[in-house]
């Protein structure tokens, strides 16, 4: 088996305003440092509102739809811009990430990865932040916990900033544990070790900035332990690469061979605890040499050990 790929057109056309990070241009980096590999290519489906309201109440999705502007952009918050095909767009991040959880569920594939945007991972319950409409990887998570009956799912976050929304969207979920490594203070502010979760079930990793390799590997390697002990049915990840010691939004220093040691232990986890089962998804990572390099490197983990 080969690792599965989910994008579409439609995340291009999300558009920024000029100058904003989050921009077309990443995925197009993506897609590029990927074009060689020998991946299973499938289009992100549309997700259905029901989806949706899995982790985001009804008026919250209304208020969304209400705000998309004719032309041009409309704010949601000092960050978060609404284009006329961004909802379709984070539709379609959400739609492949239930997708990939079925197929990975269903046994097609030991794994996938997702190349979509917006991001998701800051997007709280009735609140659009940090370029994050849709919490795309938490509700893959109530996805495979509500319709597919796990048990126990593990969500990780390695971008470099904490996954806010995620925490959020999942605070008071038992069946789905937590772990996000972060810098510290950096926006968009949360993740003190103190933030545990309804029933202890999140573990936050905050890091200093400048503090590199060994500080990562340190906060990682308990963490993964306790992980371990949790044995999760199936393993989500949200991928951000904004830890690279390029990117100019963050400054962790991470190496691209970092990461390349971080696939290499959530695999190692999973597959002692759920058969190799992870579905990735993009989040930040906004210097686009070193996104492209990173998720290349991410990638090539996925497809080796999901063989």
């Known amino acids: 088996m080969t690792t599965l790929f989910y994008s579409h057109p439609d995340c291009i056309a999300h558009a920024e305003p000029p100058g904003h990070p989050e921009q077309a241009a990443r995925l197009r980096a993506v897609e590029a440092a990927l074009a060689q590999s020998r991946l299973d290519r499938r289009d992100a489906p549309l997700a259905d509102g029901q989806s949706v309201l899995r982790c985001h109440p009804r008026t919250y999705l209304e208020r969304v739809a209400a705000t998309v502007p004719r032309e041009g952009w409309a704010m949601l918050d000092g960050d978060t811009y609404l284009a006329p095909g961004s909802v379709a767009a984070a539709l379609r991040g959400v739609g492949a990430a239930c997708a990939a959880v079925d197929a990975v569920l269903a046994g097609a594939a030991a794994n996938a990865f997702i190349a979509t945007r917006p991001p998701g991972h800051h997007a709280e319950t009735d609140r659009a932040m940090g370029f994050c409409l849709f919490g795309t990887v938490a509700i893959a998570a109530k996805h495979a916990l509500d319709h597919h009956g796990l048990g126990r799912v593990a969500v990780l976050d390695f971008d470099v900033h904490h996954g806010n929304g995620t925490q959020d969207l999942l ?30 079930q999140i573990v936050n990793l905050p890091l200093r900035g400048g503090s590199g390799r060994a500080a990562m590997r340190a906060a990682w390697e308990p963490a993964l332990d306790r992980l371990a002990e949790f044995r999760p049915e199936l393993i989500l990840v949200s991928a951000g690469f904004d830890a690279h010691e390029e990117d100019p939004l963050a400054s962790l220093e991470w190496e691209t061979a970092d990461f390349v040691w971080l696939t290499e232990a959530i695999c190692d986890l999973a597959d002692g605890t759920c058969g190799g089962r992870v579905v990735s998804a993009l989040e930040g990572g906004y210097d686009l040499a070193a996104l492209g390099e990173s998720v290349a490197a991410h990638v090539e983990v996925l497809e080796r050990r999901g063989r």
């Open 171 to 200: 605070w008071d979920e038992a069946r789905a544990m937590f772990v996000s490594s972060h810098e510290m203070p950096l926006y968009p502010g949360t993740g003190s070790p103190g933030e545990r979760g309804a029933y202890g």
